[in-house]
C-alpha cells in the first residue's frame, strides 16, 4: 500500500506536491499532538487509581498454608457473632446494616499480632473460644470457597498500612500470617494527606466505589496502624421485577409517620418463622445466595424483636424454612450506614484490645486498638441487590401453615444475605424508616 501511495505522489506537479506535502506535514503534526494528548490522559486516568505507599510484599509469593472446611463449630460461632454484632450495633430509629462477615476478616488480621489476655478475648469474641489458629484456617478457606459469577458477585480485600517512623519495627510473622491467610498487603506509608488519598482510595476501587473513604481530615500523629477489610456484594434476583410488579406503597416508619414507597411485588415459595416474626426467602440468580427478610408480629416492637435474636434461633429459622406460597412485597430502599464497633465490642467481652492491650506479635510499640470504624452501603431494587462494606481497625500507641401467606415488608423489618451452602448471613440489617 505504501509503494503504491508513493508511485500516486510522484506523479502529481512540482507545484500540486508542494501543497500536498504542506498538507501531509499539518495532519502530522495533528496527529502527534493528538497522540501526546492521548497518552497524557491514559497517564492521568492510570495514576489515579495508583497506590503510592510502598508495598513492602509486592512481589513475594505467599506461603502455603492449611485451610479448613466450614463445619457446624465455626458456622454456629460465626452466627453466634453476627447476630451479637448486630443487636449491639442497632440504636435509636435509624437504619442500620452490618457485614459481620468483614468485621470478622479486619479483627482476626488484628487477633495474629495479639497475645496473653487481649489474644484470649478476641479468640473467645471472635471464633467462640476457638484459637486464633484455627481461626485463620476457617477464614482461608471460607473466603476462597464463596462463590463469585458474572450475576451473583462477591469479592474480598485486605489491607495493612504502617507508619512509616524510625524505630517502629513491625514483626514480620504478623505481617506472613496476614499475608498468608488474608492475602494483605502491607504498606509502609508517611501517614500524611497522600496516605489519607491512598487507603481511601484503596476503598474506593475495593468497593466499586460504593464507599468512597474510610479516613476523613488527617491521621492523628499517634496512629501506627491500620488493618482494613473490603467487601462487595453485587447480584441480581434470579428472577427480575417487571414494571408490572412495582407499585407505589406506604412504609409505617418507627416514629410513627407513614411514607410513599415503591413496592416490589412477587411470588415467593419459602416460609420462615423466626421467634416473633414470620417473614420469606428470595434467591439471587444462580442459587449461591438469597435475600431473607424477617417481619415481627403487629405489637411487637422492631427494638425489643432484635434484641431478642440469637444465633441459634436466626440458623434454626432459616433450616427449617417452608415451602408455602407467599404474595411478598418488597420495597425498594437504599441507604448507607457508619458506625463505630468500639463499645459493641467491649461489650461483646474483648474490653483488653482497646484498654490495657498486648499487641506484642504486632510490632515493639505498646498499641491498642483505638478505633473499629464499620461503613456499609446496601441498594436493593428491581433487579437485585448492591451491598458494599469496609472495617477499619486503628491502631494508636499507647499512653408454613396451608393457603397462601401475605408478608408486606410496609413497616420496620430486619433483613439478611445469606451465603446458602452455610447459612452464614454475610450481611444483616434493619430498615426502620424509609422515604423523603
Not at 480485600?157 to 498468608?180: H, T
Not at 473490603?230 to 412495582?246: C, G, H, N, P, T
Request: hydrophobic content about 40%; aromatic content about 10%.
Amino acid at each position: 500500500m505504501m509503494t503504491e501511495i508513493i508511485r500516486k505522489i510522484s506523479k502529481i506537479s512540482t507545484k500540486n506536491k508542494e501543497e500536498f506535502m504542506k498538507i501531509i506535514d499539518r495532519i502530522l503534526a495533528f496527529s502527534m499532538c493528538a497522540a501526546m494528548l492521548f497518552a497524557m490522559v491514559l497517564g492521568t486516568v492510570g495514576c489515579s487509581s495508583a497506590i503510592n505507599a510502598e508495598n513492602l510484599l509486592e512481589g513475594i509469593t505467599p506461603s502455603s498454608v492449611n485451610g479448613k472446611q466450614a463445619d457446624e463449630g465455626f458456622i454456629s460461632s460465626s452466627v453466634d457473632f453476627a447476630i451479637k454484632l448486630f443487636r449491639q450495633s442497632v440504636a435509636g430509629d435509624k437504619n442500620s446494616l452490618i457485614s459481620p462477615l468483614s468485621v470478622m476478616l479486619a479483627l482476626a488480621m488484628t487477633a495474629n499480632g495479639a497475645d496473653g489476655k487481649t489474644l484470649q478475648e478476641m479468640e473467645i469474641v471472635l471464633g467462640g473460644g476457638m484459637s486464633v489458629d484455627e481461626l485463620n484456617e476457617y477464614l482461608y478457606t471460607y473466603m476462597k470457597t464463596l462463590p463469585s459469577t458474572d450475576k451473583a458477585k462477591v469479592t474480598l480485600a485486605n489491607s495493612i498500612w504502617f507508619r512509616n517512623k524510625k524505630g517502629f519495627v513491625v514483626e514480620n510473622d504478623f505481617l506472613q500470617r496476614n499475608a498468608d491467610y488474608y492475602n494483605a498487603p502491607a504498606y509502609k506509608a508517611e501517614f500524611d494527606s497522600s496516605t489519607v488519598d491512598d487507603i481511601n482510595r484503596w476503598v474506593s476501587n475495593n468497593t466499586d466505589g460504593m464507599i468512597d473513604r474510610i479516613i476523613d481530615g488527617d491521621i492523628d500523629e499517634d496512629t501506627m496502624m491500620y488493618l482494613i477489610n473490603a467487601l462487595v456484594f453485587d447480584a441480581e434476583w434470579a428472577e427480575i421485577y417487571e414494571k408490572r410488579d412495582i407499585r407505589d406503597g406506604i412504609f409505617t416508619c418507627y416514629d410513627g409517620s407513614e411514607n410513599t414507597v415503591s413496592m416490589m411485588s412477587s411470588s415467593e415459595s419459602l416460609y420462615i418463622e423466626c421467634g416473633n416474626a414470620k417473614g420469606f426467602v428470595k434467591q439471587y440468580a444462580g442459587g449461591e445466595y438469597c435475600f431473607a427478610a424477617l417481619l415481627p408480629n403487629e405489637g411487637v416492637d422492631i427494638l425489643d424483636y432484635i434484641d431478642s435474636l440469637t444465633g441459634e434461633g436466626f440458623v434454626n429459622a432459616y433450616n427449617n424454612a417452608e415451602y408455602a406460597e407467599i404474595n411478598a412485597k418488597l420495597p425498594k430502599f437504599s441507604y448507607d450506614c457508619s458506625l463505630s464497633m468500639n463499645d459493641a465490642l467491649i461489650a461483646m467481652g474483648m474490653p483488653s484490645a482497646f484498654l490495657k492491650a498486648d499487641f506484642s506479635k504486632m510490632s515493639n510499640e505498646d498499641l491498642f486498638i483505638s478505633q473499629v470504624l464499620h461503613k456499609t452501603f446496601i441498594s436493593v431494587d428491581e433487579r437485585g441487590t448492591r451491598a458494599g462494606a469496609v472495617t477499619s481497625v486503628q491502631m494508636n500507641r499507647e499512653s408454613c401453615p396451608d393457603g397462601i401467606i401475605e408478608i408486606t415488608l410496609d413497616r420496620p423489618f430486619v433483613y439478611a444475605i445469606v451465603d446458602n451452602a452455610t447459612g452464614l448471613p454475610i450481611f444483616i440489617g434493619a430498615v426502620l424508616g424509609l422515604g423523603k
